[in-house]
């Protein structure tokens, strides 16, 4: 299973939005409505920022916000602010009980 | 409160063995879909196994074969047995719940520990 592919780094201002793209295949990203994105911070515990697509766990800031389209997701951050900076992933479920993750984002903050 | 701690990482030479545990307290390690997911230096996350709360389980075909995952419920601890250790399985290992609803499958992990450290090398 090949990892999901993402951009390596996504830039911005505070203030602006951005947006990380999660390409996958028919076989994963295509095939379910089961996305999640995850915020990392190096050294700490990963952080679910999304789930089944565009579904946000309680707590997370609604500045965050998902979406899909055939065999790509998409991560949406409004409003960028600092704290925003930390390595993103999305995760796809890919059949058979298996999972794929993205390559990973590292989005910098300017 | 809700947590996850692993332990167990260390140093260990290709071939080797070494088991991993996962601490969970503020729920039930049996009552749920437990995973780990690991990370190579400067790479990114992978998944590496999940745990059923029925028994099921399911591995990667990177360590299919080598590694086992089971639970202690007494201890309420998740366990990844890995042998036949090799370089590239070299990683911080996180354990994670899968947060859906008590009998639905939506594959995600909403609870994650902070990791331990597995080096292999000789």
């Known amino acids: 299973q090949s990892a999901l592919t993402q951009p390596a780094s996504v830039s911005g201002s505070p203030g602006q939005s951005i947006t990380i793209s999660c390409t996958g295949t028919s076989s994963d990203v295509g095939n379910y409505n089961l996305v999640s994105w995850y915020q990392h911070h190096p050294g700490k515990a990963p952080k679910l920022m999304i789930h089944?697509?565009?579904k946000r766990p309680s707590g997370v800031s609604n500045r965050f916000s998902g979406s899909k389209s055939g065999n790509t997701a998409s991560l949406t951050i409004s409003g960028l602010q600092a704290e925003d900076e930390a390595d993103y992933y999305c995760?796809?479920?890919?059949?058979?009980?298996?999972?794929?993750f993205g390559t990973g984002t590292k989005v910098t903050v300017l | 409160e809700v947590q996850l701690v692993e332990t167990g990482g260390g140093l260990i030479q290709p071939g080797g063995s070494l088991r991993l545990s996962c601490e969970a307290s503020?729920?039930?390690?049996?009552?749920?879909?437990m995973n780990w997911v690991r990370q190579a230096p400067g790479k990114g996350l992978e998944w590496v196994s999940v745990l059923y709360s029925g028994g099921s389980t399911y591995y990667a075909d990177s360590v299919k074969g080598r590694f086992t995952i089971s639970r202690d419920n007494s201890k309420n601890t998740l366990y990844l047995q890995m042998n036949s250790l090799r370089v590239e399985d070299t990683a911080v290992y996180f354990c994670?719940?899968?947060?859906?609803?008590?009998?639905?499958?939506?594959?995600?992990?909403?609870?994650w520990g902070k990791g331990t450290t597995v080096t292999v090398s000789s």
């Open positions: 995760c796809s479920y890919a059949g058979s009980s298996t999972y794929v």
């Open positions: 089944e697509v565009s």
């Open positions: 503020g729920f039930t390690v049996g009552g749920t879909c």
């Open positions: 994670a719940r899968d947060g859906s609803p008590r009998g639905y499958y939506y594959y995600y992990m909403d609870v």
